[in-house]
């Protein structure tokens, strides 16, 4: 056997120590998602998105509750979305021959033009598990006789540790406000782009950042082994924190004598903004953009090579005008300058990073350094557990 | 209608018909069928899941043809099947009553009953990796345009290129990932998969593949686990450890692996990591030859067991030659295992 026909990739060792988590292309299956913001639909109204290769269509009924089921309608597979159509309180039809399915059940109730048809009740469309709060619509996917776990466990902690605690996300107090997008790119490298603390240089002269003359350093560097902390409640979350908030375990990069045009800028430190990763694929930003808020980020996998981007701002519900002044800063401020000018240059990092990745291997050829440990400790994490695994639902991709 | 006039089952049991479905491959089951009852639900409840989709006479997925016997359509119902394919004996089976014994063919093989019917396909080597002078793995990549679904302990024939010579691998890589499969090699002094894999493989060959085949099969269960296996048979059952970590709340596996000396162990660092990301994994590693590495055991996988390896409601999967299989049962009968809980598959080198 020649050593030389035998091309392994220099990261193949190291890659089996998260093989699960390398094996996820379409995403961890068997988790709470975010489907759409809530005011995306209305009462009777239809929008479709798809997770994992499942397309499913997110309805309203007359009474104001979500419903998810399958947006391929079970007669010729159209998608139900296209052409949204509720006649009849909770259910859906569809618009091509008038399939009409109970959202509840999923149940073929009728056939709008043959009324007396031998399939109605004899055949139903999937649904899928639904809750609704913190101004999102969230969806349970993955198999279909797989029990439903509580949605805390595919949520970011709360937060307790912290005087100026920011909302966790099942706080009926919170308020949100957020945007989402599809984008090219797998949801993994999205995650590793967000926890990632060795990025910084991307976002150097990003606005937000010059704006508030914030402090930013070239680097942090890790000065212990568990710098980054593993997060395993029992029947909680699973997740990983980078503790920037303890000083032992984090030194700030300010220069590198061998690149003397780049030093460390900016006056202001405000409360450390404390970045977490939680399976299946949320980021928890604290005290960004600024102190007491929060953003939350979530990289729903929609196939092997795009997500759907969700970033939503999380702050307390206080009064009118409190909520108001809130309304004013998102518009105004932490959307044009956060969610878009400062993560826009993650979007470019992570589409930056697809190719490579999805062409040439790259889980097994990456050339990994010091300052990749939490992304490692990370992979590691997920993979013990991420739930199943999402499949390509398509016959022939080629 | 009153109740009187309804028909009484008969005792005897004279309503029930014996229908006998022949399959393409010349098999052929037999199902027993009551009075009233549609020939594919009778099927189903004794476990045949003919071929079938709409059960109300729309698809005419379960189409077969009646060869002997009396089998009717049920009276008023309007199916998709023309009164000219009935005249022919042309019958949808979920629509179908038998009054008398009848025999049908099914035009179709009674493969199609298994949960992956096996296939043959072309698939493209992706990666060979040399783990120890003896084994080496190599990862397939199957078409996009088809899925090979299977289920764990299942394996695969691989006919050896320039050859017509097909050998029987266990599938490694587990059941979620059937675009992708990953096989373990013996790499013998001398043999024609060998010679090929030690001379001519190469990323980027393309092999002949038939499967799954195999009844070696893990059926998924909370119950303990133990996991023993020689050699090249660690491949079925990382597949089946990696289907069992995935049941929540997930089993206790206990992996006794065994080889004959160091130069032939592999997949330490691969069972470290496995124990790392399945928290109820215990792996112990045996070598029959003297040994440096720490942690692994003097002895075969077999004679490293005590009957605390097998927990009250353990289940055994057992795979490596024959001579470890053997004593692997005869062990297990000794720590009182039922039969049926002993699952084995052995192998010979070629």
Known sequence: ????????????????????????????????????????????????????????????????????????????????????????????????????????????????????????????????????????????????????????????????????????????????????????????????????????????????????????????????????????????????????DLPDNYAPVFENPK???????????????????????????????????????????????????????????????????????????????????????????????????????????????????????????????????????????? | MSSSMTTMEDPSGSSIRRVVLHFSDGESRTIEVAEGQEILAAAKARGVNLASQCTVGTCATCISQLLVGDAQPKPDVVTVLTSEEASRGQRLLCQTLAHSDAEFDMGYPSSLLLANPPVFFNAKIGRITRLAESVAEIEVKVPKTMRLKFTAGQYCRIRVPGTDDWRSYSMASGEHEPNKLTFLIRILPKGTMSDYLRDRAKAGDVLEMEGPLGSFVLEPTQRPHLLVAGGTGLAPMLSMIDRLRLLRPAPPIQLVFGCVKEADLFHLDELRARASFTPTLQVRISLEQDSTIPGVLKGNPVTVLSRTDAPEGTIAYLCGPPGMIAAAEQAMAGFGLSLSDVRSEQFLPS
């Open chain 1, 259 to 398: 690149v003397p045009d780049i030093k460390a800028r900016g006056k202001w430190m405000p409360e450390i903004f404390r970045v977490s990763a939680w399976v299946p694929a949320t980021l928890m930003v604290e005290n960004w953009p600024i102190p007491d808020y929060a953003q939350y980020e979530f990289y729903v996998p929609i196939d092997d090579h795009n997500h759907m981007y969700f970033e939503v701002i999380a702050y307390w519900g206080g009064t009118p005008d409190q909520d108001k002044e809130f309304d004013m800063k998102y518009e105004h401020f932490f959307k044009p300058l956060g969610l878009l000018d400062f993560n826009n240059n993650d979007i470019m990092a992570r589409e930056a990073t697809e190719e490579f990745y999805e062409k040439r291997d790259g889980w097994n050829n990456e050339q990994l350094s010091d300052l990749d440990f939490s992304v490692v400790a990370w992979r590691k994490h997920a993979s013990k557990y991420g739930r199943g695994f999402f499949e390509s639902p398509d016959f022939d991709e080629e």
């Open chain 1, 1 to 244: 056997m020649s050593q030389n026909v035998y091309e392994v990739g220099k990261a193949s060792q190291l890659s089996r120590q998260y093989g699960p988590y390398v094996q996820a292309d379409w995403g961890y299956a068997n988790h709470w998602y975010p489907g759409v913001f809530s005011d995306e639909v209305a009462e009777r109204g239809v929008v479709g998105i798809t997770i994992g290769g499942h397309d499913i269509a997110i309805s309203r009924d007359q009474n104001g509750k979500a419903w998810a089921l399958s947006d391929r309608c079970i007669h010729k597979g159209v998608k139900l979305s296209l052409k949204p159509m509720c006649f009849a309180d909770g259910t859906i039809t569809c618009w091509y021959h008038g399939y009409t399915y109970n959202l509840e059940s999923g149940n073929l109730d009728t056939i709008v033009g043959s009324p007396d048809d031998k399939l109605i009740d004899n055949a139903r469309t999937r649904t899928y598990p639904t809750e609704e709060f913190a101004g999102i619509i969230w969806v349970f996917v993955g198999d279909e006789d797989y029990p439903t776990p509580p949605i805390s466990t595919d949520l970011p902690i709360k937060v307790t540790d912290k005087p100026n605690a920011i909302p966790h996300l099942q706080d009926p107090r919170i308020i949100t406000r957020g945007i989402r997008r599809k984008l090219y790119g797998n949801w993994r490298l999205a995650v590793e782009n967000g926890l990632d603390p060795g990025h910084l240089l991307v976002h150097w002269d990003n606005q937000i950042i010059v704006a508030l003359d914030r402090a930013m350093p070239l680097g942090m560097k890790a000065l212990k082994e568990d710098a980054t902390e593993l997060l395993d409640f029992e029947d909680g979350p699973k997740g990983v924190m980078n503790r920037y």
